[in-house]
């Protein structure tokens, strides 16, 4: 009898030492989110960009590289970003995390809630900034599929 095993997908820390607490965070969210929900996978393989979050008030920021089989987090902001995603609150970033969305990102059901009409306010009143929003909006969509824990 064969046992299939299931498709992994890892997310690494790259640093010269310990992560930074964002970068840290962005991770651990991504592991579970890949573990949990294992079609999340492959939307992660279509980011061909890198993205990065920035947190305003301490500066820490992560940029995160998507490849077909792993996601590697950098600590601070590496090479040129599509997307840039800064939280000028300090908590904006859970407020998207709780934002459901289908088809890989593609069907944005979570902005029709309170929750995404909250996260539209903190977008209109520069609270969430996301730079690459009108350039790139389809990759701005996935990665907010990725984050999700809904």
């Given at each position: 009898?064969?046992?299939?095993t299931?498709?992994?997908?890892?997310?690494?820390?790259?640093?010269?030492?310990?992560?930074?607490?964002l970068?840290?965070?962005?991770?651990?969210?991504?592991?579970?989110?890949?573990?949990?929900f294992?079609?999340?996978?492959?939307?992660?393989?279509?980011?061909?960009?890198?993205?990065?979050?920035?947190?305003?008030?301490?500066?820490?920021?992560?940029?995160?590289?998507?490849?077909?089989?792993?996601?590697?987090?950098?600590?601070?902001?590496?090479?040129?970003?599509?997307?840039?995603?800064?939280?000028?609150?300090?908590?904006?970033?859970?407020?998207?995390?709780?934002?459901?969305?289908?088809?890989?990102?593609?069907?944005?059901?979570?902005?029709?809630?309170?929750?995404?009409?909250?996260?539209?306010?903190?977008?209109?009143?520069?609270?969430?900034?996301?730079?690459?929003?009108?350039?790139?909006?389809?990759?701005?969509?996935r990665?907010?599929?990725?984050?999700?824990?809904?």
């Amino acid at each position: 009898m064969t046992q299939a095993t299931k498709d992994l997908y890892k997310c690494t820390f790259y640093a010269d030492g310990d992560p930074n607490g964002l970068a840290s965070l962005t991770g651990i969210l991504l592991q579970e989110n890949f573990d949990s929900f294992p079609g999340r996978r492959k939307t992660a393989g279509r980011i061909a960009r890198p993205i990065a979050l920035r947190e305003g008030g301490s500066g820490t920021a992560c940029t995160i590289l998507f490849g077909s089989d792993k996601a590697l987090v950098l600590n601070d902001i590496a090479g040129l970003p599509s997307v840039t995603v800064i939280d000028t609150t300090g908590d904006q970033l859970m407020a998207v995390s709780q934002l459901k969305m289908r088809a890989g990102g593609l069907i944005p059901t979570g902005f029709f809630s309170r929750q995404g009409m909250a996260v539209i306010r903190a977008i209109l009143r520069k609270e969430l900034i996301v730079k690459g929003l009108i350039t790139h909006p389809i990759t701005v969509l996935r990665f907010i599929a990725l984050m999700s824990i809904a």
